[in-house]
């Protein structure tokens, strides 16, 4: 009775040590395997740019002033800043163009409009005690050079 009893459990532990190995060879093969980067070169350039400039964005003082707009000279282009320059508003116009100022984004997609200019979705999140909230805004962004720099943002399509 003893010898049947013991054989059952040295099957069952191998068994577990079979199914764990397995699962284990997937997991790891699903972490390090490599996906290909489907996105065309043009929107992982230019989505860089709008990363940067939203993780800065948000991460500062978001009401519009010239100060702020200077601060963030470097991501605009040279024809954005400058039609910029003559607003007098508090509104955050980045993200709704109002003063209720998001807490959060992420990229979404990215359309390649020309090999220059591309049109990058930005997913904005609002959430606290009163409400939980997302909305879409476009960025235009635009080579010039060797750097995509933002030229427009659209509140809708």
């Not at 068994?15 to 043009?42: I, K």
């Not at 990363?51 to 024809?79: A, C, D, I, V």
């Not at 959430?127 to 476009?138: V, W």
Request: proline share 3%; aromatic share 12%; glycine share 4%.
């Amino acid at each position: 009775m003893r010898s049947v009893v013991s054989s059952q459990w040295s099957v069952v532990r191998k068994g577990v040590f079979l199914l764990f190995t397995f699962y284990f060879l997937l997991g790891t093969s699903c972490v390090t395997g490599s996906m290909p980067n489907l996105e065309q070169p043009d929107c992982t350039d230019s989505r860089l740019t709008v990363k940067q400039f939203y993780s800065f964005h948000l991460g500062n003082e978001m009401k519009f002033s010239q100060e702020n707009l200077k601060l963030r000279e470097k991501f605009l282009t040279p024809e954005f800043y400058k039609s910029l320059q003559s607003l007098q508003t508090e509104n955050d116009v980045f993200t709704t163009n109002s003063t209720d100022i998001p807490r959060a984004f992420k990229l979404g997609g990215c359309t390649v409009i020309e090999p220059t200019k591309t049109e990058v979705e930005v997913l904005l999140f609002w959430k606290d005690s009163a409400r939980i909230e997302q909305k879409s805004i476009f960025t235009e962004v635009v080579k010039q050079g060797d750097t995509w720099l933002i030229n427009k943002v659209l509140y809708s399509k």
